[in-house]
């Protein structure tokens, strides 16, 4: 098995998973998001690849799917759908027992030694299904001492169950709260099942809400890290996740992280069926903008599958079937021997990073006037911090943001891919206007090379493709764009797309 | 007085450790769903107000009474009109 060492790229091989990638300094330790937090807490995130913007280059997560049942119903998920193709979270194709699952870990943890996270997060919800994921949990303390374990929780049963939780010493735990208003709440839950009834509407929301609330609370008496998800729904409670944002950030959660719903008719889910739409790019990054004033906000977040494998952005789930692990001999003592040089390894290199940044001018652009204003620009990139793919393989876009005040990293936009392979990039046209309008809000796109219909079509959207920065650092190539706007005076002409 | 369990079972678990009577078996020996077994079935009687492996299964249509009748009809769960479903189903299907 091919294995994804550090600063090497597996793009030889047929099968390499996507590497994601952005610029060290501007996605890392010059990153405000970790920056913010005590020491305490930055300690314990440092390593986690959902958590630190940084870290996702280095380090890998996986999640097992052992956790069938779920005690409530939310508006944008459909518990009969298991489809191979999916990407939303909570969806995923193969159950596991407790005892699979542990092989299923150890089996990864041995081959990938970057895996260094193991979340349980569905299909259902794991604390709907305490014996199956506390089962996992003790056997992985046991036997792995050295991954750490998390979990993805609505929220219903966490006041009974944190006392477990604490037991099995798990310092991770993300609640999913979309609302604190029941009438709101009733927009998105159709039922909970509470103390053997379902319980409809408004009432089931509000004890919901009322039990997460009690959660967040009681796991932060207790030391534990929480993390709070929330679903943006555009018209329902977009708005009010601003409110949200700033309760959770008062009882002590270090995070929030805020996702775009994700609804489509062919998922069957009410959302999808009833047409309710998911927020554009531009109103998500609004919504985080909004919220990161109160708290550490993640912007890095893919939503990966629940039984993922890999790298964030990456899936190599297909290597570490059922039928493929039960053919592997692990001596898991070696193993984690191995993970120890590997971790040690990629510590070095991350200290290495930090004290390059560190060294480098702290801003690039402070010498610019200072009431610039700021420009959103999507960089085509396979890792390594890079400017090194062609516009029409990319599967997304990193956007950063230049200003004044130096670059910053934004999020992901992922792009439909309308480039089958050769360099000629002239058809497939509608997948490209899909591509255009999800970079919508960036005024310039950066990659090693554009075809010449979608530059055409780029440069009608306004969006201005850049091919001159091919194989160089992408903090460079954002400096270099914002200094070539600003010469042409380009910055002092107003903007609509400005995004605040 | 049992209920049973159909093939629009999707296998979430989430009633087998409900069951006060030890009624429910899984998708064990080649079995596509979840079942019920109708000499153990109580239909919750004296035990609870509500028969618990319907009121937490997420499936509509999923869990019947002796009747035949769905415990949980079509729109129940999710809200989904059943005419509006079916629609976005046939459009989905003549693409
Ligand atoms: S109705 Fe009650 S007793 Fe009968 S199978 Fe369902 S949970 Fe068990
Ligand atoms: S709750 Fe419904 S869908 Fe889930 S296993 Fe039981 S009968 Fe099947």
Redo the contacts between chains.
């Keep these: 098995m091919e294995l994804k060492v550090l600063g090497q790229s597996n793009s030889g091989s047929a099968a390499a998973p996507t590497e994601s990638g952005c610029s060290k300094s501007a996605c890392g330790s010059t990153s405000d998001q970790m920056d913010q937090l005590p020491e305490s807490i930055r300690e314990k995130v440092k390593n986690h690849p959902c958590y630190s913007e940084e870290a996702h280059h280095y380090y890998a997560r996986m999640h097992v799917a052992v956790a069938p049942a779920c005690n409530i119903q939310c508006h944008y998920c459909n518990r009969k759908y298991d489809c191979a193709n999916e990407s939303r979270p909570g969806v995923v194709s193969e159950l596991l027992s407790p005892d699979q699952a542990v092989k299923k870990v150890m089996a990864v943890a041995a081959n990938i030694p970057q895996m260094t996270v193991l979340g349980v997060a569905g299909p259902g919800d794991p604390l709907a299904n305490p014996e199956r994921t506390f089962e996992t949990f003790r056997q992985l303390t046991e036997k792995a001492p050295d991954i750490k374990l998390c979990v993805s929780t609505n929220g219903l049963s966490l006041p009974e169950q944190v006392e477990e939780l604490s037991k099995h010493n798990i310092d991770h735990v993300t609640i999913t709260i979309n609302c604190v208003d029941p009438e709101i709440g009733a927009k998105i839950y159709p039922w909970v099942f509470w103390q053997n009834r379902r319980i409809r509407g408004a009432k089931g929301a509000k004890i919901l809400i009322e039990q997460q609330q009690k959660g967040l609370e009681m796991l932060i008496e207790r030391g534990i890290l929480v993390k709070v998800n929330s679903v943006m729904i555009p018209g329902v409670n977009d708005k009010h996740l601003v409110e949200v944002s700033k309760i959770v950030k008062s009882k002590g959660a270090f995070l929030h992280n805020v996702m775009p719903l994700i609804a489509e008719a062919e998922h069957g889910t009410f959302y999808g069926v009833m047409g309710q739409r998911g927020p554009n790019a531009k109103e998500l990054s609004a919504l985080q903008d909004e919220c990161a004033g109160d708290m550490n906000m993640m912007r890095h977040c893919r939503q990966c599958r629940a039984d993922a494998v890999g790298l964030l952005g990456e899936d190599r789930g297909a290597e570490f079937t059922l039928d493929k692990i039960e053919g592997m001999e692990i001596d898991y003592a070696a193993a984690m021997e191995k993970r120890a040089e590997v971790h040690a390894q990629i510590e070095a290199h991350r200290a290495e990073q930090a004290a390059e940044a560190a060294a480098e001018d702290a801003n690039p652009l402070g010498d610019l006037p200072a009431d610039l204003r700021p420009v959103l620009m999507a960089v085509a990139t396979q890792g390594q911090g890079i400017v090194n793919q062609h516009f029409g393989h990319a599967k997304e876009f990193l956007v950063y943001e230049a200003s004044p005040a130096g670059v910053r990293f934004i999020g992901h936009r992922k792009a439909e891919q309308y480039c089958s392979g050769d360099d000629t990039c002239g058809e497939g046209e509608s997948t490209l206007d899909i591509t255009i309008r999800s970079l919508e809000g960036c005024e310039a796109v950066i990659c090693s090379k554009v075809g010449y219909s979608p530059w055409e079509k780029l440069e009608a959207a306004g969006i201005i493709p850049n091919g001159e920065y091919a194989m160089e650092p992408i903090e460079d190539a954002v400096v270099g764009v914002y200094r070539g706007m600003y010469e042409s005076g380009a910055l002092s002409e107003a903007s609509g797309q400005l995004i605040a | 007085m049992a209920l049973s369990i159909n093939d629009a079972c999707?296998?979430?678990?989430?009633c087998l450790?409900?069951c006060p009577s030890d009624a429910i078996t899984a998708n064990l020996d080649g079995a596509t769903h979840f079942a019920i077994d109708a000499k153990k079935c109580t239909e919750c009687d004296g035990d609870?107000?509500?028969p618990?492996c319907a009121?937490?299964c997420?499936?509509e249509g999923a869990i019947l009474d002796a009747g035949g009748e769905a415990l949980n009809p079509p729109g129940s769960?999710?809200?989904?009109p059943p005419e509006?479903?079916e629609q976005?189903?046939a459009?989905?299907q003549a693409r």
């Design positions: 999707v296998n979430c678990w989430a450790p409900l609870y107000a509500s618990q009121s937490i997420p499936i769960l999710t809200g989904i509006l479903l976005a189903m459009e989905i």
